[in-house]
């Protein structure tokens, strides 16, 4: 009895498989094409529009579109991405989110305090004058004074150290706004 089973389900394996895939209609199209270089291309431009869907959000297809005869079109017409202005690259300094390559090229920034509090367990709380807000996430026997001239540099896995201008001293440091 058990080798009739293990039989009907090594015959019927193969059958489920093939019954699960679905061939896709611009795939058939392309297999009907009767000249040799025109089904080649339209072979290449499924691959290609298949290979470049994986690899983009699903929100932003390119429409692949098969004439009668065999020759393919793709809409690749796409704005480029404006640089951001270095301000607003120095205004997003410290901010948790996917860089650009002006963003990777400010590695620090220096700023005067418009406000600078202790909190508890040693930890301080600032503002620049810039509008950013970061706090410390280490104690630190530094003190802090409005007015003073800070650099805040970018680290190691997107960590940020914080100093007076003038000292060797640093404290880590986290944007919080």
């Given at each position: 009895?058990?080798?009739?089973?293990?039989?009907?389900?090594?015959?019927?394996?193969?059958?489920?498989?093939?019954?699960?895939?679905?061939?896709?209609?611009?795939?058939?199209?392309?297999?009907?094409?009767?000249?040799?270089?025109?089904?080649?291309?339209?072979?290449?431009?499924?691959?290609?529009?298949?290979?470049?869907?994986?690899?983009?959000p699903?929100?932003?297809?390119?429409?692949?579109?098969?004439?009668?005869?065999?020759?393919?079109?793709?809409?690749?017409?796409?704005?480029?991405?404006?640089?951001?202005?270095?301000?607003?690259?120095?205004?997003?300094f410290g901010?948790?989110?996917?860089?650009?390559?002006?963003?990777?090229?400010?590695?620090?920034?220096?700023?005067?305090?418009?406000?600078?509090?202790?909190?508890?367990?040693?930890?301080?709380?600032?503002?620049?004058?810039?509008?950013?807000?970061?706090?410390?996430?280490?104690?630190?026997t530094?003190?802090?004074?409005?007015?003073?001239?800070?650099?805040?540099?970018?680290?190691?896995?997107?960590?940020?150290?914080?100093?007076?201008?003038?000292?060797?001293?640093?404290?880590?440091?986290?944007?919080?706004?």
């Open positions: 009895m058990k080798n009739w089973l293990v039989l009907i389900t090594l015959l019927l394996t193969p059958t489920m498989a093939l019954a699960n895939n679905v061939v896709d209609p611009l795939l058939w199209g392309c297999s009907e094409i009767d000249d040799d270089d025109k089904r080649l291309s339209c072979f290449d431009a499924y691959i290609k529009q298949k290979s470049a869907l994986q690899s983009k699903a929100k932003d297809p390119q429409p692949l579109v098969l004439n009668s005869n065999g020759d393919h079109t793709q809409n690749t017409a796409k704005p480029l991405p404006q640089p951001a202005p270095e301000s607003d690259v120095k205004q997003q901010l948790e989110h996917k860089k650009t390559e002006e963003e990777k090229k400010v590695t620090k920034i220096t700023s005067t305090l418009t406000s600078a509090t202790k909190k508890a367990h040693n930890k301080w709380s600032f503002t620049l004058d810039n509008g950013q807000k970061w706090r410390t996430i280490e104690a630190t530094t003190s802090f004074k409005v007015g003073q001239s800070v650099v805040i540099e970018r680290g190691m896995f997107n960590s940020f150290s914080l100093k007076k201008t003038g000292s060797n001293r640093t404290v880590k440091v986290k944007r919080i706004q």
